[in-house]
Every structure is written in C-alpha cells, then in structure tokens.
C-alpha cells in the first residue's frame, strides 16, 4: 500500500477516517441510478419508531427521528450461520448496539473511541430506483457527531462487494449527499489499529484510582516527552496495575501512542495532544 501505512497514526488526534479503509466505487455505477428531477421524493426510507414503521422521502429526512428510532432488522443468532452478530456495548452512549459481523463490530470499538453522540444499527431501508427497476438497501450504521452532524456507515470487505451492492452503496451515497451527511463504506482497516483499539478497550469503563497512578503516568511522560509503554508504566509506583490505567488513559486520548503498530511494552507513548480531531 505505499509508504502512507507506515506513517505514525497519532492515537491521541487522529480522525476516524484514518483507521479504516474507505471503498471508493465507481463512478459509472452512479449512472445506473435513476436520479431524474425530483428523485428525492420517490425514494423512500422506513424508520421503525415505537411499534410501527413510519416511511420519510429522502427530500424530508431532514427531520427523521434517529433519537426515537430502533433498528428497521432484528438481529437474530442461529447454529451453524454464516456470520457473527451480537450487541457492542459503547462508553460514548452508554448503550448496547447491535451489529452482524465482526467487521461491524470493529466499527462500533472505532466509533466509540472517536466518542460520536449515538449510533444507530440498521437505521433505515431505503427503497430506490435504478436501470434495473427498484431495489431495497439497509445500510449498516447511522452515527451522530458530536457537532450534530450525520455519518451513514456500510461496512463489507472489498472482496465481497459484489455488482449489486455497488449499486446500492451507490444509492445510499447520493441520499447521504442530499442530506448533507457524510457517507463511507468501510471495506478494510489500517494494519493494526483495530488490534490495539480492542487492547486499548478493555480499559474504556471508569476505574478506581486511589494510589493516583493516572497522576504519576501523566507526569512521568510528561517529563520525557516521549517514553515506552513499559517506561511508562515502571516509573509509577506501582507498574503491575499502572499499565492498566495506561490504557485507559490511551483510551481516553489523555496519553497518544501510533495505532499502525503492534501494542506492547515498546510502543510509543506520549501526553495527548490539546487539539483532538473531529471523527
């Protein structure tokens, strides 16, 4: 992939566009979409609210009820199927929330520690037209910013995109687009970062810290400027338990470290930077 993947990925100020890796598409895949004046209002989206479905054009979204809405999918587990759901619990909400792969997974751990406003599993299904007649697509993830902004979310590894789905991701970046959202297919992750994101995890939940260890992490780096995670943790009073509220506090972007690298006593630490990145 280029020099770029060796570039230091700065744990305490990077956005979330730089953990994953962003499917670019096809233009000509566009051209396949009816889009004549006036298509915003004969594309529609359901939203399930409360006990029923309630049906938005893409040209009133403007008002759809993310806060009120539940996933428009159930999310079920059976023997012998061929992908992993289960429920992501996320510190930024303080909610479980559902996802159907482990690819999905990893972008719920991205999105909480980024710290977006809420998130919503499988916002919406949207009916569309295109060269071929009409089709359905639910995209995977609605995600609120922290600034009010709006991030619509597919995940599939590029490998398994298929004609059709381009098409539908297709479909749901143009309504992104007249929504004024943004709009990403996560097909891949930079090397690494989802491994130390799920390390770094096991350390989000608040923690008892009677002996000050975040106190004597946060000065001891601050003092070197740059130190090792085991230097860091060696010079507190008690490295054992120190390394624990290292990473809490690397959860936390108190303390920055490079998410393109492996995690371990030999990583890069330093103090968070004042200025954090938008997700």
């Not at 023997?79 to 909400?93: I, K, N, Y």
């Not at 569309?128 to 359905?136: I, K, W």
């Not at 891949?188 to 491994?195: E, K």
């Amino acid at each position: 992939m280029g020099s770029s993947t060796k570039a230091v990925v700065r744990s305490d100020s990077c956005g979330l566009d730089m953990l994953f890796v962003a499917y670019a598409g096809d233009e000509a895949v566009r051209d396949r979409l009816r889009l004549p004046e006036g298509w915003q209002r004969r594309w529609v989206t359901s939203w399930q609210v409360g006990e029923g479905s309630v049906a938005w054009p893409v040209s009133e979204l403007g008002s759809e009820p993310i806060g009120s809405s539940s996933p428009v999918r159930r999310f079920t587990w059976r023997a012998r199927q061929g992908h992993r759901p289960g429920l992501q619990f996320m510190v930024s909400t303080g909610r479980h929330h559902g996802f159907e792969s482990l690819e999905e997974q990893r972008l719920l751990l991205a999105l909480d520690f980024v710290r977006v406003a809420d998130v919503l599993s499988q916002p919406f299904e949207l009916d569309f037209e295109h060269e071929g007649g009409r089709s359905r697509h639910t995209p995977d993830f609605l995600a609120v910013l922290p600034g009010g902004g709006r991030w619509l979310f597919d995940v599939r590894p590029e490998r398994l995109i298929e004609p059709l789905d381009a098409v539908k991701f297709a479909a749901a970046r143009e309504v992104a687009e007249a929504c004024g959202w943004q709009y990403s297919v996560v097909a891949g992750w930079r090397p690494h970062a989802p491994s130390v994101l799920d390390f770094l995890s096991s350390q989000r939940r608040p923690l008892r810290d009677p002996m000050q260890l975040q106190r004597q992490l946060l000065t001891s780096v601050g003092r070197a400027g740059e130190v090792t995670f085991g230097e860091a943790a060696e010079a507190t009073s008690l490295p054992a338990v120190a390394r624990a509220h290292a990473a809490h506090l690397l959860w936390h972007r108190q303390l920055g470290t490079d998410l393109g690298r492996p995690m371990g006593d030999g990583s890069p630490v330093w103090l968070g930077s004042p200025l954090r990145r938008h997700p």
